[in-house]
């Protein structure tokens, strides 16, 4: 039994205390649920989630705790952190919710309170601050390989008003993709700066999504001066995580507006396509399937913009999945519980790979470098098979 | 054409009632303020609906998203499924009428304002009828959900009893009012289609007795149904509509990817 000092509503903010209450259990979300696909197993669905933590703060908070004193059953904890933690926080419930609970943004809290009361992280998610702490990444890789894979014809210029931020699965587990990025931001004709290897460091997505956030004000701090002195006006990046926690929260953790924009690499090629800045000469005779990532489109909103690059291209043909935009369904790389349950990251995976096949496509387009290194683990070893490919090492290559 | 309030009632389950309702409330009232407590602890955040709010302003907030087209049409729910949507409606729209209905019968028969009488109290008749039509079609097919997807939904305990106690509440609301046409046969029926179905249902069993056993439930299980509403999921109703706005406001700033 846990007593009541615990306060399980510290924390979390006036609106989700609401959201708790809002639930209705009509379970509408379970149809779209990526875990609940793959293990059928109910206690891990986002209303049992819900009804649980609602339970540990009735118990423990309130009318209901002064009347039975106020314990909670350590097993039950247990449970809830499993389930909090198996859940990869793709938010496609959030998205089917009947009553709105914003739940992208409600699972890495209740993650946070998990560790606030030593619950959590759980497996290797335990070393990511030591890791970040060490090597400014979460993979521990050495920072002068960061930039390994970066083509050495093109120039990063030491001041200029739009920066390049690469990020650490990007430039460790995708390096296609953000050799694409660089290859597409060179041909707009626009000048770059990027900040060096060792001060590039992690953005602090990891961090905040398995509820580690003593490191995250630093961290912030560290990034956005940097840039500010190179003169940045406009953040892009490929990795919709780091997009998401650079315009979602950044400013709070730095404490007043950043000094400058953030865009995803989508946008900024999308913009430079209508400004004819950037014109697709090849042609691609190939059939596309594009698969919008968990935090790019119902994290930020970032739909049409990829679709508006890939059409640009000449000759394609794009089609799409069943579940696209914002109820995209998670390739299993989200919410780092691709690090503690990897088969079910591999099951989902493989669902992503399956409708893509049966569909006919030639291609499966993606745009996150954490999906990308997921969809190529997933594809080792299958016996169905499709080449995948980053949308800007598409347009690298085509350019 | 007009209606007498408490008519067959003893004065000392007048009494009873009074004490109950009084208890009821309290209950209530309790609860209500311990889970809006909860709320207060939260921390605030910049641009949120609920920033800098208190206890009545989270209360005015949940009143006024109670109206507002979002949830009058149920529109989040309607978008995601057409038939949920127009039975959460029925619940919805069925309650409100009701809750207002009651509230007149009691303002009316309080204060002597003597206006439910004529066309009015027979448009008020036929309007709250069909009202009780609405809460019970809405409920039936929430119970029938309820029940034939156990399998594949996540129910807490109350979630079916709850739905089993509202729907006792509308079938002994429409017992009483059926067996008091029965018992006086007014010429006007025909305005509560409803409550005439039940009076011809009770055409052999219409004694003030069954009269007062039938009212008693009503009355119980209202109460209860009241009393519990803090402590149970049905808590959503203060709730719901402020995450479903907040939702709609989300939605409206993602499409301008909002963080310049």
């Not at chain 1, 970040?132 to 930039?147: A, I, L, S």
């Not at chain 1, 979602?248 to 430079?272: C, M, N, T, V």
């Not at chain 2, 009488?117 to 448009?123: A, P, S, W």
């Not at chain 2, 069954?210 to 203060?238: E, G, N």
Request: with cysteine; aromatic share 12%; charged share 25%.
């Amino acid at each position: 039994m846990t007593e009541r000092k615990f306060s399980f509503s510290h924390g979390l903010s006036k609106r989700q205390l609401v959201e708790l209450d809002a639930c209705t259990r009509c379970s509408e979300c379970l149809k779209w649920c990526p875990v609940q696909e793959v293990t059928g197993r109910r206690q891990i669905s986002p209303p049992e989630k819900i009804r649980l933590y609602r339970e540990f703060i009735e118990n423990t908070e309130g009318l209901k705790a002064r009347i039975t004193g106020g314990k909670v059953d350590r097993r039950l904890l247990e449970d809830f952190v499993r389930a909090v933690y198996e859940c990869t926080t793709c938010g496609a419930c959030g998205e089917a919710c009947e009553v709105g609970i914003f739940t992208q943004r409600l699972w890495p809290v209740l993650r946070r309170k998990m560790v606030e009361m030593g619950l959590g992280p759980i497996g290797p998610q335990a070393n990511l601050t030591e890791f970040v702490k060490k090597t400014g990444n979460v993979y521990n890789k050495p920072p002068e390989e960061r930039f390994s894979w970066f083509p050495e014809h093109i120039k990063v210029h030491e001041r200029a008003e739009i920066g390049y931020y690469a990020g650490c699965t990007g430039c460790y587990e995708a390096q296609p993709m953000v050799r694409g990025d660089v290859l597409a931001l060179h041909a707009t004709g626009y000048a770059f700066t990027m900040l060096p290897p060792e001060e590039e460091v992690c953005c602090g997505f990891p961090l905040f999504i398995t509820g580690q956030w003593d490191m995250l004000e630093d961290l912030v701090r560290r990034l956005v001066s940097a840039y500010e002195t190179r003169g940045v006006k406009l953040l892009i990046s490929s990795c919709p995580c780091c997009v998401n926690i650079m315009a979602r929260d950044w400013p709070s953790l730095y404490g007043r507006p950043l000094p400058f924009k953030i865009r995803h690499i989508s946008q900024f090629i999308a913009e430079a396509i209508k400004e004819k800045r950037l014109i697709i000469k090849d042609h691609l005779k190939e059939r596309l399937i594009y698969h919008d990532p968990c935090y790019l489109s119902r994290g930020v909103g970032v739909i049409e913009e990829p679709r508006y690059v890939l059409k640009s291209i000449p000759d394609i043909e794009l089609i799409e999945f069943e579940r696209h935009g914002l109820y995209s369904q998670c390739c299993g790389a989200g919410g780092a519980a691709r690090k503690v349950f990897h088969e079910n990251a591999i099951k989902m995976g493989r669902l992503i790979i399956d409708e893509a096949v049966e569909k006919g496509a030639d291609r499966l387009i993606l745009s996150c470098p954490a999906c990308y290194s997921k969809m190529h683990e997933a594809m080792e070893g299958y016996e169905k098979q499709i080449r995948i490919t980053d949308i800007m090492e598409l347009i690298g290559s085509l350019i | 054409m007009s209606r007498e309030a408490f008519i067959y009632i003893p004065w000392l389950l007048k009494i009873a009632f009074y004490i109950s309702s009084l208890l009821s409330l309290l209950i209530f009232l309790a609860g209500l303020y311990s889970r809006f407590s909860i709320w207060l602890k939260g921390r605030d955040e910049p641009d949120d609906l609920l920033e800098g709010k208190g206890l009545g302003g989270l209360l005015l907030l949940s009143f006024r998203y109670f109206f507002s087209k979002e949830c009058l049409l149920a529109r989040r729910v309607m978008s995601k499924s057409r038939i949920r949507g127009i039975m959460l409606i029925f619940i919805y729209w069925g309650f409100t009428i009701l809750f207002i209905g009651t509230i007149l019968v009691g303002l009316d028969h309080y204060l002597r304002l003597n206006i439910l009488k004529g066309y009015i109290y027979l448009i008020f008749s036929f309007i709250l009828d069909l009202a009780g039509l609405a809460v019970f079609t809405g409920t039936a097919f929430f119970i029938v959900r309820r029940i034939r997807l156990s399998e594949d939904i996540i129910s807490g305990w109350d979630d079916l009893p709850l739905l089993v106690l509202l729907i006792i509440i509308v079938l002994s609301g429409f017992s009483v009012e059926g067996l008091r046409l029965s018992l006086t046969d007014p010429p006007f029926m025909d305005w509560s289609p409803v409550g005439a179905l039940f009076a011809a249902l009770f055409s052999g069993v219409n004694s003030p007795k069954t009269y007062i056993v039938f009212w008693c439930i009503h009355v119980m299980t209202a109460l209860s149904f009241i009393a519990f509403i803090p402590f149970s999921k049905q808590f959503h109703m203060f709730a719901a509509q402020i995450t479903t706005k907040d939702a709609l406001l989300r939605s409206q700033r993602l499409g301008g990817f909002v963080h310049d």
